[in-house]
């Protein structure tokens, strides 16, 4: 992947006080090899895996961040011969486009500035559906979709009911890629990977006072597709595209391998 070039303003953003973790390497059959305490990224609020694969069938609807805030699942398919993924995927939930989503038990989609992560794979698209959004609960009403699905162009594309369809991202069937946005200020930017894919400005006025969670949203076409997704990270502030990939490719596995082994 190519670097990006990131001009990111200097923004004001709340430090979230997370704890050292030890960290353990390998499994109980390969044997354990300690390595030095680390610290997650200081504007991680939580990271979610979805590929501990030893819960029992009636705990999977609960999953503990690694900052122990716990996400609600509603609908999902489980196949335990893939962690919660089908088995010859990698493991991960897998959501079929019967209004899946996550929810969490509290409160967590920062005010501001913030950055979510998510790794995914897509696969059997179909049309109208979100992998990021948010909603306000007290609404019928999905609120906020943000990378959504157009089965006519055979590509995902940012928008929803408030904005104007203004970034299109390459088709990913069958691959397993990091979707990311990182809102600052008045701009939402959208990276495939670590490449960004488009900028979008947010209306002024736009409410962020959301409920977030990931999967199908509803009050759209009936359309679906099918897809896993593996992990998910939220922050209270905006991350470079420098702090994004060290975050996908050194951080994510080993707060995968904390939560797996604690």
Request: net charge negative; aromatic share 12%.
């Amino acid at each position: 992947m190519k670097a990006p070039v990131c001009h990111a303003p200097v923004v004001r953003a709340r430090v979230v006080n997370a704890p050292v973790f030890s960290v353990r390497l390998g499994g109980r059959k390969s044997g354990i090899s300690s390595i030095p305490a680390i610290k997650p990224h200081p504007l991680l609020f939580d990271f979610w895996t979805f590929s501990k694969g030893d819960n029992a069938d009636e705990s999977r609807d609960r999953i503990v961040g690694l900052n122990n805030h716990v996400l609600r699942a509603y609908n999902f398919l489980w196949g335990p011969l893939s962690g919660y993924g089908y088995p010859g995927y990698l493991p991960g939930m897998v959501f079929d486009g019967i209004d899946d989503f996550l929810v969490s038990e509290e409160w967590i989609f920062p005010e501001g500035d913030y950055t979510v992560i998510a790794g995914v794979t897509l696969f059997e698209k179909r049309s109208g559906n979100s992998v990021f959004s948010t909603r306000d609960f007290n609404d019928s009403r999905s609120g906020w979709n943000i990378l959504q699905y157009e089965g006519d162009y055979g590509r995902l594309f940012f928008g929803n009911q408030t904005y104007k369809k203004s970034s299109r991202l390459s088709h990913v069937t069958g691959e397993t890629r990091f979707l990311s946005m990182v809102r600052s200020g008045n701009t939402i930017a959208v990276y495939l990977d670590t490449d960004p894919a488009g900028i979008v400005e947010v209306p002024m006025g736009t409410p962020n006072q959301k409920t977030y969670y990931l999967g199908h949203t509803q009050g759209l076409s009936n359309g679906y597709f099918h897809g896993i997704i593996h992990c998910n990270a939220v922050y209270s502030g905006a991350l470079t595209a420098d702090e994004l990939r060290r975050e996908m490719d050194e951080s994510f596995p080993l707060y995968e391998d904390i939560i797996i082994n604690r």
